[in-house]
């Protein structure tokens, strides 16, 4: 691929040996400086598809003047850090410098490294317009480069407006890559809106799970869904103890399922919106480093997180769509390796069981956990409960002590007549109002969206579609009214009488002597024998009636003379 030393040694130092099909087929696109729309399943190696050769250009670049050349957005902040933590490690030979600006660090220390104008900046969207407003040092304008990784998953979080307005701020003769692991209406928008004359590589979009997944599901009769929280705990304790990953819908469920294992004697960290940034990345580096053993989380950890060594995904209750399910159970049986994944699935969720069993290759088990194991599991649970009610109640009140320290802080600083600095004076391209609306609108017809593609309309949708067709019937019967009538070549009008000749001449065979000739056949041989025609025969007919037998004699006598 022609990549610079430095490059070739990053990569020697990271064990990369051959590219991927997306990195082989990315890289030279890139390096010509084309506008790219990628579609690969994740685990695929994306980050180095569009970092080596961004990485190749910067090697190159003038010395004179530090300025941003590149943008890297991406949706969550755990794949901000790991996109960050890839990079410098493939610019560790390099003097290219690389700045990260995600929600939940430290404010202060972002800004002053983006006062220092990195080569490299990779943002999550709402920090990155935070600094865009309220830094005066930083600006878009000088941005050769921009790349939007995870582009389905960030529409899904109702980041279209921020986009847009980062992509307004960018330099229009920019190169531009836009890369996703589905292809949805809304990220073909986004493609018509940022790219111009993109070069498509599609590998794969991730719409089936990977070929070494063993994919093992747990029935939950409609009288035992109270057994769900026992299940997961005969599984964990019993079977699945190392290097597991359970997927709950909801940040209360998830942080209930932690305190519980650790009650149980299981290594388990938690992950899921409402921890500060700093323990969300202590304990994601925690599990990748094996101090513990299973990690709790909601779906931020479902797209994209590159977690090394995951066996077993185990989802506490499927999600809603089977393209989450995919995502979730992505997280193992990656580059290559096996992995297993086990699903609790209730009497609600069977349609989307059917789904994944159609969508599967290989056949999907059935796991059978014995009666009386979930019955003791339940009873250890049950007395456990009043030690998870003590901690989440000691929780809550550490939460309300610490709200009032802050709030005892910002009386102290007023008194003293020191301004607060805890972002709250910092201004936005949106107010809380427009936002909140614009999340409501999103919603809204993401739902309708989701109905007339399940079939479901009501009388307004029906009277609208009817509309819409009248007018395409119009369209149609105006565009062949104007539509040219074909000019067809017409001859001149000629006699009946040439008009039957021409007929009979073309129909005529040509004769050759020699055919003839040696045509012995009866008739060929009657043809040559003389024979009045009718027109004579006709003639002597009605001679016979006009003429007296002694004249009709005489004539035949005259006629024998001769």
């Known amino acids: ?129 935070d600094h865009l407003e309220n830094t005066p040092s930083f600006n878009l304008k000088t941005i050769e480069i921009l790349i939007l990784d995870e582009a389905d998953r960030m529409l899904d979080e109702y980041f279209a407006e921020q986009m847009k307005e980062i992509i307004q701020q960018c330099c229009t003769t920019r190169q531009t890559m836009l890369f996703s692991a589905t292809m949805t209406d809304e990220v073909k928008d986004l493609a018509t809106i940022s790219l111009k004359k993109p070069v498509k590589i599609f590998i794969n979009s991730n719409t089936e799970v990977a070929l070494n997944l063993r994919q093992e599901f747990v029935r939950i009769r409609p009288t035992r869904e109270g057994d769900r929280e026992a299940i997961l705990s005969a599984l964990i304790c019993r079977t699945f103890h190392h290097r597991t990953m359970v997927f709950v819908q909801t940040k209360k469920q998830v942080h209930r399922l932690y305190l519980l294992l650790r009650l149980l004697g299981v290594k388990t960290v938690e992950l899921h919106g409402n921890m500060n940034q700093c323990h969300r990345l202590e304990s994601l580096q925690r599990f990748k480093e094996e101090i513990a053993d299973v990690l709790v989380a909601t779906d931020v950890a479902a797209r994209g997180l590159d977690i090394e060594g995951v066996k077993t995904v185990i989802n506490f209750s499927l999600p809603g769509t089977l393209q989450h399910y995919i995502h979730r159970v992505g997280r193992t049986a990656r580059a290559g390796k096996g992995g297993r994944s086990v699903s609790l699935v209730g009497e609600g969720e069977r349609k989307l069981l059917k789904e994944i069993i159609k969508k599967t290759n290989k056949p999907v088990k059935q796991r059978i956990v014995p009666q009386e194991i979930i019955c003791k599991y339940k009873e250890q649970l049950n007395n456990l409960e009043e030690g998870i009610e ?52 999103l919603r809204l017809a993401k739902r309708t969206r989701k109905k007339l593609s399940q079939g479901q309309t009501n009388a307004e949708d029906r009277v609208n579609k009817e509309l819409e067709k009248a007018a395409q019937y119009q369209a149609r019967i105006a565009k062949r009214m104007r539509k040219a009538k074909r000019i067809r070549a017409i001859p001149e009008e000629k006699p009946l009488h040439t008009k039957k000749i021409k007929k009979v001449k073309s129909i005529k065979k040509k004769s050759s002597f020699e055919d003839e000739l040696a045509n012995t056949s009866r008739k060929s041989v009657k043809k040559f024998r003389y024979e009045a025609t009718s027109f004579e025969k006709m003639q002597n007919k009605t001679r016979k009636k006009k003429l007296p037998n002694k004249k009709f004699k005489s004539k035949s006598r005259y006629h024998r003379k001769r």
């Open 1 to 129: 691929m022609n990549l610079s030393r430095p490059l070739q040694k990053a990569l020697t130092s990271m064990k990369f040996i051959h590219p991927t099909p997306i990195q082989a087929a990315t890289i030279p696109v890139a390096l010509m400086g084309r506008d790219i729309y990628g579609c690969a399943a994740t685990g695929t190696g994306k980050t180095a598809a569009f970092m080596l050769p961004v990485l190749e250009r910067l090697l190159y670049k003038p010395m004179d003047k530090p300025i941003t050349r590149v943008l890297v957005l991406l949706p969550t902040r755990e794949l901000a850090v790991q996109v960050y933590q890839v990079s410098r490690r493939l610019a560790q030979f390099t003097n290219v410098e690389i700045g990260l600006s995600t929600g939940g660090l430290d404010l202060k220390a972002q800004e002053l490294a983006l006062r220092k104008i990195p080569d490299i900046v990779i943002a999550t969207p709402g920090r990155l317009i």
């Open 390 to 441: 003590n901690l989440i109640r000691q929780e809550k009140e550490e939460k309300a002590l610490k709200n009032t320290e802050r709030k005892v802080q910002k009386v102290e600083n007023l008194i003293k007549d020191q301004p607060e600095d805890n972002g709250t004076k910092r201004k936005w391209f949106q107010t809380a109002q427009e936002r909140k609306n614009e999340q409501e609108s």
